[in-house]
């Protein structure tokens, strides 16, 4: 059993059946031990199990599956999603700081891979992104919005990226960024036009294997966003000077 | 209440909580409601409120100050160190899977910031930079590892980009890159002395304003491990391609 806890607190049942799933090395998709087996191996009552069971659900470290039992979970970035959703509602000093961060930290998520990126797509077409684009164009005409072919782009251009956690991030990230947004009551972004074609931009850029443009297309693809953000900030009567603490 | 659940999960208490701290709109460091309170307001034992509060306290929701009560937690990052350094134990069938994605990320990271650096360090000396670098070069030549300096290093960088969220998950990813390498029997970096000069180039490359030569020994700097998780990765048996799913 890990040892490294604080001194001061004593161990939840939720964090002693972590142990247990690292003590009998499961994996994720392995059956759990069984209700019984938990509360007799812990020493805890059926309900005190059931309630962590519940807990360690929203974790995403295991799985109930109805009519088949209760899996080691997939241990995805969700929960992230969910903290960070909280925290950006919860800081209401400075409403759109947590925004503004999140947004900063898909800029320099984006930039960081440019390399990566322009080396793997360089004398390349690429149809799918493309067609992303075309649906934001046909969306936006009609007045529409477009956040599942936005997604869809953003998520696909990084799921090239050889790496789960980049990835797994990026949309972690896009997803608190499109839930925050109507939650803050943000107002909608009047530069719409000038963003599709920014996506736009990106791909070109990737596709001439040009890092400089890529990375020049990715601040341009923000810029309307950023923009928005510091307005709102400087017009929200709790705002805050924008320093880290 | 929130009502976007999945309609087959039933709320745990735990979420049930976080739900009151939204509704009552409390902020990081407010008083949190009783436990009389909370087992009277959602109707349940004070044994289960009891357990929910120390899974809340795991999770940096909340933060029992002995003594005095217990108040609204800081919503810190630490729950993602603790969930990914689980997810990297347990992904034993490619061992190094996960430390390679955390090692990415992290560059990615450095990279993503290189203007903001970059812009920030053009013509400054940075003596607090340069004396962490001093003591992990004293520490090498005595045959000492330097975890603290070298924490300290980044930390200290990464603070001084106006943005929270990336210096706390620098942070983060840093953490579980320095926890995970022991767990997994990573082996000892062989080319350490490469490892501390490549520190004092971040800092020549950021005082000179060279964006080119900052992401150049960012590069040199994660080079070693890199090329060990490489090899590392080749020699493993379960050793699976280095493809994201």
């Given at each position: 059993m890990a040892t490294s806890m604080a001194p001061t607190r004593r161990k939840s049942v939720v964090e002693q059946i972590q142990d247990m799933i690292l003590d009998l090395e499961l994996r994720p998709g392995d059956p759990m031990p069984t209700e019984a087996t938990l509360c007799e191996d812990l020493g805890i009552s059926r309900s005190s199990v059931r309630e962590a069971m519940r807990t360690l659900q929203s974790l995403d470290i295991v799985e109930v599956r109805h009519g088949h039992g209760t899996y080691v979970g997939q241990l995805s970035l969700s929960p992230l999603v969910t903290g960070l959703i909280f925290r950006s509602v919860l800081n209401?000093?400075?409403?759109?700081a947590t925004l503004r961060d999140v947004v900063s930290l898909r800029i320099a998520l984006d930039l960081g891979v440019a390399d990566e990126l322009c080396a793997q797509h360089a004398s390349t077409t690429n149809p799918e992104l493309r067609g992303y684009v075309e649906e934001m164009r046909t969306r936006t005409a009609a007045g529409l919005p477009f956040p599942e072919a936005d997604g869809a782009f953003h998520s696909r251009l990084l799921s090239q990226v050889g790496n789960s956690l980049v990835s797994e991030l990026a949309a972690a990230f896009w997803e608190v960024h499109t839930k925050v947004v109507p939650l803050l009551g943000f107002p909608p972004n009047t530069e719409i036009e000038h963003t599709v074609e920014a996506h736009d931009a990106i791909i070109d850029a990737l596709e001439a294997g040009d890092t400089a443009a890529y990375r020049a297309a990715v601040l341009d693809h923000y810029a309307p966003l950023t923009r928005a953000i510091e307005k709102a900030t400087a017009d929200s009567p709790g705002a805050v000077p924008t320093v880290a603490p």
């Open positions: 209401t000093d400075n409403s759109f």
